[in-house]
């Protein structure tokens, strides 16, 4: 608003007793509207001399205005300001001693408004004696009880009277609502203050409207050399892993700001290893009336212990698996050396086939779990060098052939000759394993699995399709999840622990792709990998 604007709405808030009472503004007014009905009335014909009532009501009324402006009354006692309109009710009882008469009574509602507004109850009970004492018995003791002036003046200290107290009714009512509001607005900050979590008001521009005790600890660890209440500043704040400084773009009161919503987003924050904390964010966005976003509100949950937990845990798996995965290899190589022999009996081979089978199960669980740990400690590095994907396609079909044969299944397969893409070998090897394993293990004999491979302008598509039992549509949505595994697995005792789909979306993203599902159950499924050809492509272009 501009400075005439705000001047001209401050003097509207006073002019409706919206704020307190101005005496200087209040008096002022009333002297102009006092003028002019005096003006009014030497136009209609009326002699006012010098020394008439109403021009000595007139020079009481200046001087009223004279006190106003110069009389420091916020250093008086506070009922001393109330002088003033009684003062005014005294100057419009002199105006009322004149025979011609005026409409200067009418005027008596502005300093009983102003008692009102000022004093509430008692404040109406001196406006109404006031216009009785200094107005009304004046007056009809100098011009006398005749008709109209009767009338008039006994309806001037009733109407006064009234308007002073209703004045005061509705203060006391606004003045009631403060309370109740006051006490929410405590027991509001109470609560604000006593939770354990960090809780942060931005509004619709981005600064800082509120910000709970919890959360000034994380502000002092996050930004040690202060804080200039907008989101986004930088400061020590870290992602996920504790490694790398967040930037302004991604910082969650930034994102906030521009209106997103998100929950869980975990950050580290402070720059000392031993001292900085981890917390978890979560955002929503605050709208107006209309709908239109007028801020955002911030949780932030201190989840340290937890996601040191978690590091424990999977250091632990990490180098369990790794343990395993030495003697693992060995029993796995020695079965094989064995097996090459021709002079066993048939049934030690048999024997060993199953230890074989079931060393190389427990090999890749080592290795899906050793994955798993990692890929928790930061996102896996992949090596991306062209690869044929044709090639590995071809390699683990072949090596699914032998299990789809034993149980009554075909394989089919589509693939150019050779599809060079840029990728890490060894990890979309897994990717393809994954799927075609998965594909022949959850399909019924007699069942069929079809791979294909297709390639466009940008991308590399892999699609693997069966016709087995099929997931159905809310096991969709958590299918790449850890450990997760639908209930139609668990019911037939299929053989897995659920972490090969989880292991495959990370690689897969890893290179810039993505993955797929569209299932029914009873009647199959289809997985679909597309992998860029080339470079990653930008987070836009996916
Ligand atoms: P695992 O096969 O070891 O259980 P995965 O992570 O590979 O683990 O798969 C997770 C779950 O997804 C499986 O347990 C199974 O319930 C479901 N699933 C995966 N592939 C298929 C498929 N082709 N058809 C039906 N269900 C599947």
Redesign the pocket.
């Known amino acids: 608003m501009s400075g005439l604007g705000s001047r001209l709405d401050a003097l509207r808030r006073r002019l409706l007793f919206t704020d307190e009472p101005d005496a200087g503004v209040l008096q002022g007014v009333f002297a102009l509207l006092f003028g002019f009905d005096l003006a009014l009335r030497a136009a209609g014909g009326s002699s006012l001399g010098l020394r008439s009532w109403p021009v000595v009501g007139l020079v009481v009324i200046v001087a009223g205005c004279a006190a106003a402006v110069l009389v420091p009354w916020d250093r008086l006692p506070g009922w001393s300001v109330g002088l003033l309109p009684v003062l005014d009710i005294a100057a419009l009882g002199f105006s009322r001693m004149d025979h011609a008469g005026g409409a200067t009574g009418t005027l008596a509602v502005v300093p009983a408004l102003w008692l009102g507004r000022q004093f509430g109850m008692r404040g109406a009970l001196v406006a109404f004696l006031g216009t009785v004492f200094l107005l009304a018995v004046p007056g009809l003791l100098y011009v006398g009880v005749s008709g109209a002036n009767l009338t008039r003046t006994v309806v001037i200290p009733v109407v006064a009277g009234w308007a002073a107290l209703a004045m005061s009714a509705a203060l006391g009512r606004v003045r009631a609502s403060l309370q109740v509001i006051e006490h929410q607005r405590r027991v509001s900050q109470a609560i604000f203050d006593t939770v354990d979590v960090g809780l942060l008001l931005l509004d619709r521009d981005g600064g800082y409207e509120g910000v709970n005790r919890r959360h000034l600890e994380f502000m002092r660890l996050a930004f040690p050399s202060g804080h200039d209440g907008r989101a986004g500043q930088a400061g020590e704040v870290y992602d996920s892993w504790g490694r790398h400084l967040v930037e302004k773009k991604d910082m969650p009161t930034h994102r906030a700001s521009q209106g997103e919503e998100f929950d869980d987003v975990r950050i580290w924050i402070g720059a000392d290893p031993l001292t900085r904390r981890a917390v978890s964010v979560s955002a929503r966005r605050v709208e107006d009336d209309a709908g239109r976003f007028a801020g955002a509100s911030l949780a932030y949950k201190d989840v340290t212990d937890y996601m040191r937990a978690l590091k424990v845990k999977d250091d632990f798996v990490a180098s369990v698996s790794h343990e395993l995965r030495t003697p693992l290899t060995s029993i796995v190589g020695y079965v094989n050396i064995v097996l090459e022999r021709d002079d066993l009996p048939p049934d030690v081979v048999a024997q060993l086939e199953v230890v074989s089978r079931n060393t190389v199960r427990l090999h890749r669980l080592v290795a899906d779990l050793l994955h798993t740990a990692r890929t928790d400690q930061g996102p896996m590095p992949v090596v991306r060098i062209p690869t044929d994907l044709a090639a590995i396609v071809r390699d683990c079909v072949k090596a699914a052939a032998p299990a789809a044969a034993r149980n009554g299944i075909t394989i089919e397969m589509d693939t150019p000759e050779s599809l060079i893409v840029l990728a890490d070998e060894e990890r979309i090897g897994q990717v393809v394993d994954?799927l075609v394993s998965?594909?022949v293990?959850?399909t019924h004999a007699g069942g069929r699995v079809s791979v294909s491979l297709r390639i466009d302008a940008t991308r590399a598509e892999l699609s693997v399709a069966?016709t087995?039992?099929?997931?159905s549509a809310a096991d969709r949505d958590r299918?790449f999840t850890r450990f997760?595994?639908?209930r139609?697995?668990e019911q037939r005792s299929i053989q897995?622990?659920?972490?090969?789909?989880?292991i495959t979306k990370s690689i897969v993203e890893s290179h810039g792709g993505r993955i797929e599902v569209e299932?029914e159950l009873d009647a199959g499924?289809v997985?679909r990998v597309r992998l860029p050809l080339g470079p990653e492509p930008r987070r836009d272009e996916r």
């Open positions: 994954n998965n594909a293990k959850y069966d087995g039992i099929g997931i299918l997760f595994r639908t139609q697995a897995g622990v659920g972490l090969g789909l989880s299932s499924s997985f």
